[in-house]
């Protein structure tokens, strides 16, 4: 159950309410300079989006200070270059330090678009284009909360400071992001509130491990098939064994509610060098989503084994070398589990969110993963809300046509400045 809000600050809620409200259009206009300015993920060029948001900040006499990660390094994560972005906004001495996190980086649009996946078009009260819906509306969502509040800071003895995190290495898992903001002591919150994406207050989130694995074989002209090492039917049978796993992951059932079970999907393959030519080589790549419950240790050693296992079968009885495999980890992002001090987070959020919205708010979990963890495992407790729809799905995010409804990111932003109001008192 949420707490009740305190009835002595409820004129200074209306007052914020009413702010979002006259600043709204311009809020819209801040976004869509955001969506138009592209973060792609490959090929991961996401600097001179922190520049545009650097000079938009500026009008609102906002400093964002740049942190940007060694070059080389930024290279050997796959990126062309990032920069993350913190602005702190100090309230009264004392209190607590509240981060709030959004990631400008995305996937590219593909294909199926009946908008400019850049234009921030708006049709119905929708906006559309990428990263409308994650996470480029929260960098709006939360710089319109904290504007609100300090527009009313005067009025109220509050206290603490408030820092917003704006980082570019969410979509190859945040060593880049966050975490190194984090690990170079850039900054020390006590609590963090991460992007959103649905109307629910997000408490803990699935892990991801994923790797390349390449499959060996030996080309040959296809004319004399046997001459060679198909790697492509090698390929089959390794992937015949990953596809199994999930009827086994099926048996497994997290405790957090909203995560129901494990789940292991293989999202791009590659290989061959001609149609008349056997395959020498094929490279998958393997996405395996942990639920808060499992050792990634123990998940990442299962994996290994029965991929091993099953290059096995396929070289029993030959007569030449068969296949072989290698293993790269691309990706390991644990999972987020509630720490106990989230409590007046997740209070504030769904007394406000229930007020704002009129509905209840539930707390969850959810089986995308997110920079969140970072803080969490610095032992910051932290949770995910901001703007986006009842369910993750609506947004479109990562599909074409990704959208918000502009409504849901006027209450998003109501919720969060109302939070904060409750946290820095």
């Known amino acids: 159950m949420a707490h009740q809000p305190n009835t002595d600050h409820a004129h200074d809620f209306a007052a914020i309410d009413a702010w979002v409200d006259q600043h709204f259009d311009e809020q819209i206009q801040f976004l869509k300079e955001l969506v138009a300015t592209p973060t792609d993920s490959p090929p991961g060029n996401n600097t001179p989006h922190a520049i545009r948001t650097t000079e938009l900040l500026m009008d609102f006499g906002y400093t964002a200070e740049q942190y940007a990660p060694d070059l080389a390094l930024v290279k050997e994560h796959g990126l062309e270059s990032v920069t993350n972005l913190i602005v702190r906004r100090p309230f009264?001495?004392?209190g607590k330090t509240i981060a709030l996190n959004?990631?400008?980086?995305?996937?590219?649009?593909?294909?199926?678009?009946?908008?400019?996946?850049?234009?921030?078009?708006?049709?119905?009260?929708?906006?559309?284009?990428?990263?409308?819906?994650?996470?480029?509306?929260?960098?709006?969502?939360?710089?319109?909360?904290?504007?609100?509040?300090?527009?009313?800071?005067?009025?109220?003895?509050?206290?603490?400071?408030?820092?917003?995190?704006?980082t570019y290495d969410e979509e190859f898992g945040g060593a880049l992001g966050p975490d190194y903001l984090l690990a170079n002591n850039l900054t020390?919150?006590?609590?963090?509130?991460?992007?959103?994406?649905?109307?629910?207050?997000?408490?803990?989130?699935?892990?991801?491990?994923?790797?390349?694995?390449?499959?060996?074989?030996?080309?040959?002209?296809?004319?004399?098939?046997?001459?060679?090492?198909?790697?492509?039917?090698?390929?089959?049978?390794?992937?015949?064994?990953?596809?199994?796993?999930?009827?086994?992951?099926?048996?497994?059932?997290?405790?957090?509610?909203?995560?129901?079970?494990?789940?292991?999907?293989?999202?791009?393959?590659?290989?061959?060098?001609?149609?008349?030519?056997v395959p020498g080589k094929v490279v998958m790549k393997v996405?395996?989503?942990?639920?808060?419950?499992?050792?990634?240790?123990?998940?990442?050693?299962?994996?290994?084994?029965?991929?091993q296992d099953a290059v096995d079968s396929f070289n029993t009885g030959r007569t030449d070398a068969g296949i072989s495999i290698s293993v790269k980890r691309m990706l390991l992002c644990n999972a987020m589990k509630p720490?106990?001090?989230?409590?007046?987070?997740?209070?504030?959020?769904?007394?406000?969110?229930?007020?704002?919205?009129?509905?209840?708010?539930?707390a969850l979990g959810t089986p995308l993963y997110t920079d969140v963890r970072l803080y969490v495992e610095r032992g910051i407790p932290g949770v995910i809300y901001g703007a986006g729809p009842r369910t993750v799905l609506e947004s479109h995010a990562k599909r074409a046509d990704e959208r918000i409804d502009l409504e849901d990111l006027r209450r998003a932003t109501k919720v969060i400045a109302r939070t904060l109001r409750d946290l820095l008192t």
């Not at 319109?144 to 603490?160: I, P, T």
């Open 188 to 277: 020390k919150p006590d609590l963090m509130i991460a992007a959103g994406f649905s109307y629910q207050v997000v408490t803990a989130h699935n892990g991801c491990l994923q790797m390349e694995v390449t499959v060996n074989g030996n080309m040959a002209h296809a004319a004399i098939p046997e001459s060679g090492v198909d790697a492509l039917q090698g390929a089959n049978q390794i992937l015949t064994a990953l596809y199994a796993q999930n009827d086994i992951y099926k048996q497994v059932t997290s405790l957090v509610e909203g995560i129901t079970h494990p789940y292991l999907n293989v999202g791009m393959i590659a290989g061959g060098t001609n149609t008349n030519v």
């Open 102 to 166: 959004a990631h400008g980086d995305v996937v590219p649009p593909g294909e199926g678009w009946t908008h400019d996946p850049y234009g921030g078009d708006i049709v119905d009260g929708k906006m559309y284009g990428r990263a409308t819906a994650v996470s480029k509306c929260d960098f709006s969502t939360f710089t319109f909360a904290v504007r609100a509040v300090e527009a009313l800071a005067s009025k109220s003895a509050l206290k603490g400071t408030v820092e917003l995190h704006f």
């Open 92 to 94: 009264g001495a004392g």
């Open 287 to 307: 996405d395996r989503r942990m639920i808060p419950e499992e050792n990634t240790s123990h998940v990442e050693a299962n994996l290994h084994k029965v991929m």
């Open 339 to 362: 720490l106990a001090g989230n409590k007046p987070l997740v209070d504030a959020l769904q007394t406000h969110g229930e007020a704002v919205f009129g509905e209840p708010i539930p």
